[in-house]
């Protein structure tokens, strides 16, 4: 058991113990395989990870909407949802999406994808009646569906307007992304894929297209992809001044 | 016991006991759909029956919280798991859908007439029809199949990467 225990101490241990081996499977200078544990299905994410997503704004192509049109296919709204079909378009659901911006004064036009930006302080938690909005303790907000009332203030309250609420009976829903009427949904990071150590659909179809605008990846380890990329480029928040502390970021806005 | 207790007691007992005078005979015992292949030698399903009869909603709402909350994802008491062995196709090839007598939950559910709410969200037939899952270890994430899609290595290969010396 204890060495499957996922244990902070022992792993970190564990990493230390491994420098000297590790150096053989040196990417880089300086640069190390990083350390994965891919959590036994049975024991529950902890804080010991945060997960995040950074997207290059210069990198995500103009009119390319592959991470939305894969997010879609994943979990099963928009065009992959044909029982959806009275709902307008400013009713129906939107995990992601694509949004154009434009300096006004250079004339400078980028493109980037808006979902949910996982805040560690979340504002629709706050707000959440129930408790159905929530943060895992890996940092990825859900919506506990199970005791969602469909309030709505969740909605709100979030300033990326990231979440939707399902105005219609549903059917043949992806048994990977359960949804339904009368409840209130967004980007979930592709949660169950993040369990099995996989990467959420939208950064997989942009790097499978070689736009390679977005990293996915643990924040807290600062061997990853992403925390790597983040100390040298750096990455902002979108409304930093509300001090949410967003697990998305976006260089080069 | 008074006059009054006695009446109130007897009336009680005829209202008890009216729909089963009133139904018996009339609705035949469900017939509930076998379940694909047997989870375990023991005793097929992944508890034995009596209990899953009894148990599986608590089951279910523990299962449901694990899941969503703490990201626990294991085949048993999955209700994806419940779908993919017991809903079984029909002759034509199709799932029979929530509410209709043929699929598993609805055959006793519509019998006792108790009203269930997973299937508003969760979808009440298997995704994949050619999809059997192993139970050997029941600890296997229940959609491993798509858990590596991607170029990431595997985890065996991350395993020995990671951790070939633990032993």
Redesign the interface.
């Known amino acids: 058991m204890t060495?499957k225990t996922y244990n902070a101490d022992l792993s970190r241990r564990?990493f230390f113990g491994?420098a000297a081996?590790a150096a053989g499977?040196a990417v880089a200078p300086g640069v190390f395989?990083r350390?994965?544990?891919?959590?036994?299905?049975?024991?529950?994410?902890t804080s010991e990870q945060r997960w995040g997503i950074l997207i290059d704004t210069d990198k995500c192509a103009k009119g390319c909407d592959s991470c939305v049109t894969a997010c879609m296919d994943e979990n099963g709204w928009g065009r992959a949802d044909a029982s959806e079909d009275k709902s307008g378009p400013h009713q129906k659901a939107q995990w992601i999406r694509k949004v154009t911006i434009k300096d006004k004064q250079t004339g400078h036009v980028q493109s980037l994808p808006l979902m949910c930006q996982h805040c560690e302080n979340p504002p629709c938690v706050d707000v959440c009646p129930t408790g159905a909005s929530?943060k895992?303790?890996?940092g990825i907000v859900?919506v506990?569906?199970?005791i969602c009332i469909g309030c709505r203030y969740c909605m709100m309250a979030c300033p990326y307007k990231a979440r939707s609420f399902v105005h219609e009976?549903?059917?043949?829903?992806?048994?990977?992304a359960?949804?339904?009427?009368?409840?209130v949904e967004s980007c979930t990071m592709c949660?169950?894929?993040?369990?099995?150590?996989?990467?959420p659909a939208c950064v997989?179809a942009c790097?499978?297209d070689n736009h390679n605008a977005m990293y996915f990846g643990d924040l807290k380890d600062p061997n990853s992809e992403i925390s790597r990329q983040l100390k040298q480029y750096g990455g902002k928040e979108l409304r930093a001044d509300l001090g949410l502390n967003t697990g998305v970021r976006y260089r080069g806005l | 016991m008074s006059l009054r207790q006695l009446i109130q007691t007897t009336i009680m007992a005829g209202l008890i006991a009216l729909p089963f005078t009133v139904l018996a005979g009339d609705t035949p015992s469900p017939e509930i759909p076998k379940a694909k292949e047997k989870a375990t030698e023991a005793y097929g399903c992944v508890a034995p029956v009596e209990y899953m009869r009894k148990n599986h909603m608590d089951e279910l709402m523990h299962k449901?919280?694990?899941t969503?909350?703490?990201?626990?994802?294991?085949d048993k008491f999955s209700l994806?798991e419940c779908i993919n062995c017991h809903v079984t196709p029909e002759e034509d090839g199709q799932f029979a859908?929530f509410g209709e007598d043929e699929h598993f939950c609805s055959s006793c559910h519509n019998y006792a007439s108790v009203s269930v709410d997973c299937f508003?969200?969760?979808?009440?037939?298997p995704?994949d029809t050619d999809y059997r899952h192993t139970f050997n270890s029941g600890?296997?994430?229940?959609?491993?199949k798509?858990?590596?899609?991607?170029?990431?290595?595997s985890?065996e290969t991350?395993?020995v990467?990671?951790?070939g010396?633990?032993q």
């Open positions: 060495d564990h491994k081996a499977m395989l350390q994965v544990h891919a959590r036994p299905a049975d024991q529950a994410a929530m895992r303790a890996d859900l506990d569906k199970h009976d549903l059917e043949d829903q992806k048994v990977v359960p949804r339904g009427k009368g409840t949660v169950h894929r993040v369990d099995e150590n996989g990467t997989e790097n499978a | 449901r919280d694990d969503l909350r703490e990201g626990i994802r294991t994806a859908s508003s969200c969760h979808r009440d037939t995704e600890n296997n994430p229940h959609h491993g798509m858990a590596l899609k991607g170029k990431k290595l985890v991350l395993q990467l990671t951790e010396d633990q």
